[in-house]
């Protein structure tokens, strides 16, 4: 899968979500170090549950 197929399949989960304030800055800087390999899909999964039970 290529980085900006993960972006494009981030942001719509992102846009389904519809997040305000701090949580949507957390997934936006999540869905960009997700995209850039800086963390794996079982960190992403995790992280993105943490600041989706935050809001």
Not at 4 to 33: C, F, I, P, Y
Not at 41 to 53: G, Q
């Amino acid at each position: 899968m290529s980085c900006g197929h993960m972006s494009q399949k981030m942001g719509k989960e992102h846009e389904q979500k519809n997040m305000t304030g701090e949580g949507s800055h957390a997934l936006e800087v999540l869905n960009d170090r997700y995209a850039k390999g800086e963390i794996n899909r079982e960190e992403y999964k995790r992280i993105r549950e943490d600041i989706m039970a935050g809001d």
